[in-house]
Each structure stands twice: as C-alpha cells, then as structure tokens.
C-alpha cells in the first residue's frame, strides 16, 4: 500500500443562512491511495457533493469547516488562504463537474481557455502552450485536434465537451483529479467511453481519481476503493469487492438491491405465472 | 379489440416483405399498441431538409404486457411515445391504440381517448401545476373525464392515493412540499384515476434517486398486476428495462434495429449497437465484466446515412451496409434484427479491435 494521496479526518461542514447554521458532514473519514480511483457514492443530500467541495476549497456561500483535516500529499488544504488553493485548483488538483457546457465558458475557444489554466500556473510562452494544449486534447482521446482546439462549446457534441474539460483539469498536470459525476447526463455508450479514458489516463501520468457519483455500477466496474455516504456520514468504506460483494451496512444493502432492480423482474414474473 | 386482428396482419404484412410470416400470426393476439411504418421528420421551416426523428417503426403490444423502448439521445424512443397519444402528428404511418386509429383523429376524438391512455413524463415536478395540491391534481383527470363530484370524487382519490401508497394527508399538500418519489406517485395515481388500459411511460424514474427509482418501479409493476395494465415504458436505461419490460425495441437514430422478448434480446443480441449498448450497462457486481468493448465515435447528426445508420461507427460494417437500410430479419423467434450480420456468428469484440487499429492508422 503506498502513501495515502489524500486524507481527509473527521471532517465536519455547517452552512448557515441568516439565522440559523445547518450541519451537512458530520465526521467524514476518506483515504485515497496513490495512483487509485476512489468511488464516493452516495443519493441526493448524502453529502457527498459537498465532502468534495470541502477537498477543492469551493464551498457554497455560508458554508464553513468547523472540524476536521484534508492533507493533500503533505499539504494541509484547510490551513490555506482562499489565494493559495487558487495556486492549488487546477495545478495540482484538476476537477471535473458533471455538466461539460457549463463548465466551459461559452465566449473563448476551447484552445483560448485551456491556455488561460495554463497561464495562471505555469510559466510558459505561446509556442509552449499551444503545444501543451494540442498534447493533452490528444491524450483524452481527440483525433481531429485542430477542430477541437478552435470550437467554441457549443460546437462540441456532450461527449466531446467531457473530453475538453478533462484534458483542461489535466493541462497542468495534476497528481489528483476530482470528477463529480463526470458522466451523469452523458448517453450509456459515451459514458463508458469516458470512464475507460480516466482509466487509462490513471495509468498513463499516474493520476489518483476521486470519483463522486450516484451511481453504484460506476464504482463497481471502475473503482478500487469506495465510501458509502448518507446523511453527512461515511456508513461504509473500503476495497470495491469486500463492499460491493460483502456489504455489512443495511445502508450499503439496500443501495446495491435498488441499483441491482433484480428483485422488480422476480416479482414480476412470480406474478405472471 | 375488435380490429385489431385486421391491423395485425396488415403490419406482418409489412414486416415479411422478404422474411416470411413474422412470428405474431395468432390472429386472437391481443394487442394494444401497433405502430405500421411511422415516419416523424422536425422542420424548422416548410420545405427544409429537417431532422428525421422517425424512420420507419413498427411494433406491437400485447395486452397487460410492457414493451420497452431503449435507446441514447436522438434514437427517436420519446417521439414514438407523444406519437402514441397523438401529442405530436405524425408524417406517415398508423398508430393503433386500443383499437383507435391515433393518426387523423380530431383533437375531441383524441381528448375523449385520453381517459383510457394516459402518460408518465419524466420530470415529476414539472408535470404537476405548482398551485394545484395534490387532491386536486389527482381528481382533475376525473373531473374532466368522468362525472364523478363530491363525496364520490373524494373516495376515488383516496383510493388512488392508497394506491400509489400515498399519505391520505400528503392530499392537502402542494407538488414542491412532496420528495420527487412522491411527487412521481401523485402522476402515476393521476395517470391511473381515470382506469386506463394504456399508459406511456417516458423515463418515469430517470431523474430519481437509485433507491426510489426502485421503489417507483416496484410500484408500476404491482400496478400493472392488479390493473392488467399495458405499458409502453421508454427508458435509456437497460436495467430499468430489464427489470420492468417483456419485450424490447431498440432504437438508433430513429431506426428500430432489434426488437424481441428482452431475455432473449439482452443475452443473445444480434444487432452489434445492440450488443454495445448491453457492454455500457455497468453491473454492480465487480466480478460481472461488461459484455462487449467499447463502440467508438458518438451518434452523428446532419445527413442522414442511405445504408444502416450506425454502419459509421461499427466495426462489422461491410460495403453492402452503406447501399441499403438493412430491414428486420427474424433471428429467433419473435426475435428480430435490421443487421446483414443476423443469424451468422460474430466476433465482435475482435472486430472492435482491429476497427480501433485501423481507424488509429489512418
């Protein structure tokens, strides 16, 4: 087992509105190793969206850490100012939302905001940039790069925003990438596409993948570790198999029988009979 | 159906041009749905090319049974659902409902029908009038459709919500108090007030939760048991499918490329989008590997292809693909793919990966 690439203890969440604070995370616990892909899965309202805003720095309006440790290799995350995980974001940590056309900015080319990521935290010059950007929209699987680099993202099919956007949290090259639901939306087809392509990425600059996702078969099929979330609490973690195989958590049960709906077409076809 | 034995052989008639009698020659076959050669093209303006939605579909549906359509964005699975109910006019084709020819019927026609097909959308919020409580928006098809007032119409609609396993008090609530579950109840006992024969479910539980989607979809099965209920269920999820339908269709770019009984379909798949699209069901078990490798390339809009619509993307594509739309052809029985490929064993993950070479060398 090598070192943990990221730590988080006992991690604890308030937003608050005018009058009042309401804790989201109570005590979240999450380790990922180097060179893995943790799944953290969870329904809506798990907390778990927000365990990986907690990681990244962005935090809603109101919302605040009140306990807890995120250690990012040897940094301490919440120890620096909102400027230092500026330097962070994007460098060393990419991150990838769930829907490709928001998370590009309609006016610039995808070339132009690529190179603006690569401005903000490395010192290169034009020629260096432009090559940088056309390696990594090769590396996330483009073939026809001259298109891709001069579109705007609206010019761009669902699947082929996702590339975009993953070779933009890539650009600076990152040890950690943080994928909240990165294929959610995307057609069944176009999401196991993109799903292999972090996988081999993984591989390829040994990048640590922290996954959030709803979806169970996701985490299954492509994670070697996972955390189960409901309510603002981890209820079980662990390697992909024990869990997924060998859940001890009614919770983690109950989520793989309503993922699985095999029980549905039993019941359907006793009643048929 | 007292018809419905005439449009049956019409629509065998159609499916046989080169295949023999389709496997549904039971005259006595109750069918509740049959769609003969539907054609839907979108214009933005008269006399423009337009987007083909609809090319040419067929199926029927048996009585108390589920077909269901899968298929990814723009296979044309939800414009064959609106199609249905006559919500959206179709270009060419017949759509026989219970008997009811949908194509050319007068909006009254179509208003009166109603009460016996209803629909299921998948934004539960969005279907309900945010300043109707819940009471209101499930005795509302009643109020149109039948002359049930008063203490009469208040029993029905506590009925209704025992039957869809809703709080008699959630009645007095509005559509944003309710969680998205409850809120997809109040549109299913709506859809059921009015005791239908038929309901179209447009991804029912598409934008809930995993362990209330189960919960939905358990529901819909019990429902259909008790009522005899005919569900034509379109959903671009194969486990949903699994779980729910007896039959399924698959759709590509507006082609229906497989139909048959989904056992049959799922494991023994002979349309390759078909067997890629079985390869993207992720199975939550870890030890179950993905079936098929992955298909390169995303669906293409713009000119519509002469030949098979996803011959650009497939690894088996012969030249005899690009000449001809290949038509459906009986695999098995009741079992049906539009592939030249259909009946002759493949290898389809050792395609792929040459395919995956020889288009990296190019």
């Known amino acids: 087992m090598t070192d943990p690439q990221l730590s988080v203890r ?3 969440l308030e937003i608050a509105t005018r009058r009042t604070s309401t804790a989201i995370l109570h005590g979240v616990d999450l380790t990922l190793a180097t060179g893995h892909m943790h799944g953290l899965v969870g329904e809506t309202g798990s907390g778990k969206s927000m365990t990986a805003r907690s990681i990244v720095g962005l935090l809603p309006p109101g919302g605040r850490v009140t306990a807890g440790s995120v250690t990012f290799g040897d940094q301490d995350l919440l120890a620096k100012t909102e400027a230092e995980m500026r330097e962070v974001r994007g460098a060393a940590i990419g991150m990838v939302f769930q829907n490709p056309r928001t998370a590009l900015y309609p006016m610039l080319n995808i070339e132009n905001q690529m190179g603006n990521v690569i401005k903000s935290h490395l010192d290169l010059d034009k020629a260096e940039r432009v090559a940088r950007i056309r390696e990594h929209l090769r590396l996330v699987g483009i073939d026809d790069v001259d298109r891709v680099a001069k579109a705007y993202p609206h010019e761009l099919s669902g699947g082929m925003a996702q590339r975009a956007v993953i070779a933009m949290a890539l650009v600076c090259g990152p040890s950690l990438l943080v994928a909240d639901e990165p294929t959610t939306g995307l057609d069944a087809t176009i999401q196991r596409q993109i799903l292999e392509l972090i996988r081999s990425l993984q591989k390829r600059i040994t990048l640590s993948v922290l996954i959030i996702t709803h979806d169970l ?14 309510e603002g609490r981890v209820v079980e973690d662990g390697a992909v198999r024990s869990v997924l195989l060998d859940p001890t958590e009614e919770y983690t ?14 019941k359907r076809l006793a009643a048929q009979q | 159906m007292t018809n419905s034995g005439h449009d049956a052989t019409s629509c065998d008639a159609h ?20 769609v003969d050669g539907l054609h839907k093209t979108f214009r933005a303006r008269r006399g423009q090319a337009g987007v083909v939605a609809i090319d040419d579909v067929s199926f029927v549906v048996e009585r108390g049974q589920t077909l269901g359509i899968v298929g990814e964005s723009g296979s044309g699975k939800s414009t064959v659902a609106r199609c249905l109910l006559g919500l959206t006019p179709v270009d060419a084709g017949s759509v026989e409902v219970l008997g009811r020819s949908i194509v050319g019927a007068n909006p009254k026609q179509l208003r009166s029908w109603r009460s016996e097909m209803q629909i299921v959308f998948q934004e539960p ?4 009038d945010p300043r109707y409580r819940v009471r209101d928006a499930i005795g509302e098809p009643l109020l149109l459709h039948t002359d049930m007032r008063g203490d009469v119409l208040r029993k029905r609609v506590d009925e209704l919500l025992a039957q869809v396993s809703l709080a008699t008090d959630l009645g007095a609530r509005y559509p944003h108090e309710l969680s998205g579950g409850q809120q997809q109840r109040v549109n299913i006992a709506r859809a059921l007030a009015t005791d239908p024969s038929v309901i179209v479910l447009d991804e029912p539980t598409a934008s809930l939760d995993v362990s209330v989607q189960a919960e939905v979809l358990s529901l819909l099965v019990d429902l259909q048991a008790q009522f005899g209920l005919t569900y034509l269920l379109i959903s671009h999820d194969l486990t949903t499918i699994r779980a729910v339908a007896d039959r399924v269709a698959v759709m590509y ?18 349309h390759p989008y078909t067997e890629f699209l079985i390869g993207a069901e992720l199975s939550v078990n870890p030890h179950v590997k993905p079936a098929a490798p992955v298909v390169q390339g995303e669906v293409r809009g713009g000119e519509r292809p002469s030949g098979c619509v996803f011959a650009q ?16 052809r009986i695999a098995s029985a009741g079992h049906e793919a539009a592939c030249l490929v259909v009946g002759n064993k493949h290898d389809l993950a050792g395609a792929a990966a040459e395919y995956r070479l020889t288009d990296e060398g190019s």
């Not at chain 1, 309503?258 to 077409?265: E, N």
């Not at chain 2, 499916?15 to 049959?34: L, Q, V, Y």
């Open chain 2, 253 to 270: 770019l507006g082609r229906l490329i497989e139909v048959g009984p989904v056992d049959e379909v799922l494991t023994n798949p002979e």
């Open chain 1, 253 to 266: 049960k109950r989520l793989i029988t309503a993922s699985d709906l095999g029980y549905i077409r039993t």
């Open chain 2, 15 to 34: 499916r046989s041009r080169d295949e023999g009698p389709a496997t549904d020659d039971d005259a006595d076959t109750d069918h509740a749905i049959i």
């Open chain 1, 217 to 230: 078969g996701v985490v299954a099929q492509y994670c070697d570790t996972l955390s189960v979330m409901s």
């Open chain 1, 10 to 12: 006992g991690l604890e």
């Open chain 2, 125 to 128: 919020l969005e279907s309900l």
């Open chain 2, 313 to 328: 993307r497939c690894p088996l594509r012969m030249d005899a693909c690009e000449e001809a739309q290949p038509e459906l």
